[in-house]
């Protein structure tokens, strides 16, 4: 079964300051790994997604995240952080085989202070 | 520009009451889903819907729960008989492509049962 691990449940940081938001996974199988986020009172945004190929991957909004197979992990970075980064962010993953559905962590809130 | 609506925003229901929330996508989609989010917890797969049956479910989606595309536009989740933990944010996820497609979520239903 797959699982996502996001071992952080809050991160505060200052604006302009770098970030990075954690996350692993485990899997059996070929996976495919998304970040999304949600602000307030809203549904999930996707932010980026890894699918194959190069295994830095950039987004929205100035984020990236780096695929590291041997760890199980994809963290999220952002160099430098505004006051409208303020949101909660989801790992998720999905298998390569039939089975799609995403498989989420359990979140990271992000607050960004000025 | 949203892929997709959902209404109602809100719903508010007793317990042992039934509840239909719909979910209206913008464009061609073949592929439906509902996710939902108890507050302060993961985001947690209901069912894949795909050529007009259920391709996946999860334990979560027991008797109480049903999906069907009546009109072949709009996808509805309908709860027969609502418990107090089926309290929750409820969104419907739609995509082109079952396996490299983007997942678009739409903003949500808010379900409370009383």
């Known amino acids: 079964a797959q699982s996502v691990t996001q071992l952080d449940s809050q991160v505060p940081v200052f604006e302009e300051a770098p970030v990075e938001l954690r996350c692993n996974y485990s899997?059996?199988?070929?996976?495919?790994l998304f970040w999304y986020v949600q602000y307030p009172n809203q549904g999930l945004q996707l932010l980026l997604k890894?699918?194959?190929?190069?295994?830095l991957v950039k987004g929205i909004n100035g984020f990236e995240a780096e695929f590291n197979k041997s760890q199980t992990s994809f963290h999220l970075r952002k160099p430098s952080v505004h006051i409208s980064d303020t949101a909660e962010y989801f790992c998720?993953?999905?298998?390569?085989?039939?089975?799609?559905?995403?498989?989420f962590g359990a979140g990271t809130i992000l607050r960004v202070k000025s | 520009e949203p892929e997709v609506t959902q209404t109602p925003s809100h719903q508010v229901t007793q317990m042992g009451q039934e509840v239909i929330l719909r979910c209206v996508p913008i464009?061609?989609?073949?592929?439906f889903y509902w996710y939902r989010q108890i507050l302060g917890q993961k985001v947690e797969f209901l069912v894949s819907?795909?050529?007009?049956?259920?391709?996946?479910k999860s334990e979560i989606f027991d008797d109480q729960f049903s999906v069907e595309r009546p009109d072949g536009s709009n996808f509805t989740l309908k709860i027969r008989s609502t418990k107090l933990e089926d309290s929750a944010m409820y969104f419907c996820?739609?995509?082109?492509?079952?396996?490299?497609?983007?997942?678009?979520f739409g903003p949500g239903t808010r379900l409370t049962v009383l």
């Open positions: 998720a993953v999905k298998s390569g085989g039939y089975g799609n559905k995403l498989v």
């Open positions: 899997s059996s199988v070929s996976v495919y």
């Open positions: 890894y699918l194959s190929g190069s295994t």
């Open positions: 464009s061609n989609h073949l592929y």
């Open positions: 819907f795909y050529n007009n049956e259920i391709s996946e």
């Open positions: 996820v739609i995509a082109r492509d079952r396996v490299n497609g983007e997942q678009f």
